[in-house]
């Protein structure tokens, strides 16, 4: 099986490397369009501001390859955030994949959100043999708002989407790859889905 992590100078590819491996498979970064398009199974990381991200996309022309993919994709943190139509970090344009708009968590509570938190109200095969109120791990300022692509929320304040998905795109707003077992195993079921 050949998974691309997508190559776009978004920060965490090692520990995500690191959890591939440890779950028995290979992975390989690659910004270049044939071989991510011939991938089996494509990762699309994010640390980092969504509108440099997003410039980055566009300077590799990434941001026109990755709406056309085929295959499984899982968008992970600031990589789900820019599937969404927009973002209000940078007033960022998305790739539209997931119909909704980031926004910034209010004054409130502590932003960024940092550490562990449950998800609930899980309906996809990415959470096989999750339990509900599983504890994952997250660091963001921004978060997706609850829509008809939302397949796990969390609470910060505010209910908000944990995971997504429409088609064969996935995100998940936490980090699968630092979120112990829990993660482990979701990222196991991305890694198998048929």
């Given at each position: 099986?050949?998974?691309?992590?997508i190559d776009y100078?978004a920060g965490?590819?090692?520990?995500i490397?690191?959890?591939?491996?440890?779950?028995g498979?290979?992975?390989?970064?690659?910004?270049?369009a044939?071989?991510i398009?011939n991938?089996?199974?494509?990762i699309f990381p994010g640390?980092?501001?969504a509108?440099?991200?997003?410039?980055k996309?566009k300077a590799t022309?990434?941001?026109?390859?990755?709406?056309?993919?085929k295959?499984?994709?899982?968008?992970i943190?600031l990589?789900m955030?820019?599937?969404?139509h927009?973002?209000?970090?940078?007033?960022?344009?998305?790739l539209?994949?997931?119909d909704l708009?980031?926004?910034?968590?209010?004054?409130?509570v502590?932003?960024?959100q940092?550490?562990w938190n449950?998800i609930?109200?899980l309906k996809?095969k990415?959470f096989?043999?999750i339990?509900?109120?599983?504890?994952?791990?997250?660091?963001?300022?921004?978060?997706a708002?609850i829509g008809?692509e939302?397949?796990?929320?969390?609470e910060?304040n505010?209910?908000?989407s944990?995971?997504l998905?429409?088609?064969?795109f996935?995100?998940?707003q936490f980090?699968p790859?630092k979120?112990?077992?829990?993660?482990?195993e979701i990222?196991?079921?991305?890694?198998?889905l048929?």
């Amino acid at each position: 099986m050949k998974i691309v992590i997508i190559d776009y100078g978004a920060g965490n590819i090692q520990s995500i490397m690191f959890a591939i491996k440890r779950l028995g498979y290979e992975a390989v970064l690659s910004h270049e369009a044939d071989e991510i398009r011939n991938a089996d199974k494509v990762i699309f990381p994010g640390v980092g501001e969504a509108s440099s991200a997003m410039a980055k996309l566009k300077a590799t022309g990434l941001d026109k390859v990755i709406p056309t993919l085929k295959q499984p994709v899982l968008g992970i943190c600031l990589g789900m955030q820019l599937m969404c139509h927009s973002s209000k970090e940078g007033n960022t344009e998305g790739l539209g994949i997931f119909d909704l708009d980031v926004v910034k968590f209010s004054n409130n509570v502590k932003v960024p959100q940092i550490g562990w938190n449950q998800i609930s109200d899980l309906k996809s095969k990415l959470f096989t043999n999750i339990p509900e109120k599983s504890y994952i791990y997250l660091v963001h300022s921004f978060y997706a708002p609850i829509g008809k692509e939302t397949i796990a929320t969390s609470e910060y304040n505010v209910e908000y989407s944990a995971a997504l998905q429409k088609d064969n795109f996935y995100g998940v707003q936490f980090h699968p790859e630092k979120s112990s077992d829990v993660g482990s195993e979701i990222m196991k079921n991305f890694l198998t889905l048929s």
